[in-house]
């Protein structure tokens, strides 16, 4: 499956942006989908996942009540809808994929198999 992240762009503390992530290649729905982040410096931070049914999604406790996952698997997109922004969530974001990972790995970077270009997030102040 090939993934194209898009929608970022620059916004102010307090505010919302929602990412999109759309794909292409094998059947969408198949797959466990997450989002990461990178900020400058810093190693590829877990922020959340939705599995194939998206019941209960998992969120890091840096996102969680202000980030929602979400997947249409009738137009293979996966969004990241961001609220209440902060400072520190400026990053460049990726979305991912999945078919075979195991929930004891979700939040680890390597253990995904397929993978978008990011797209930058800045929160000004």
């Known amino acids: 499956v090939q993934l194209q992240a898009f929608g970022g762009g620059v916004v102010q503390a307090g505010g919302s942006l929602r990412l999109s992530c759309a794909a292409s290649g094998r059947t969408f729905s198949g797959y466990t989908l997450g989002w990461f982040r990178q900020a400058t410096g810093k190693e590829r931070e877990f922020i959340a996942v939705?599995?194939?049914?998206?019941?209960?999604?998992i969120y890091s406790d840096s996102v969680k009540g202000r980030f929602t996952i979400s997947r249409d698997n009738d137009k293979s997109t996966l969004y990241l809808q961001m609220n209440s922004l902060q400072l520190e969530d400026t990053a460049i974001y990726f979305c991912t994929a999945s078919r075979t990972i195991i929930h004891s790995n979700l939040g680890v970077p390597s253990s995904w198999h397929y993978w978008g270009q990011g797209t930058q997030v800045t929160v000004s102040s």
């Open positions: 939705i599995k194939r049914t998206s019941s209960n999604p």
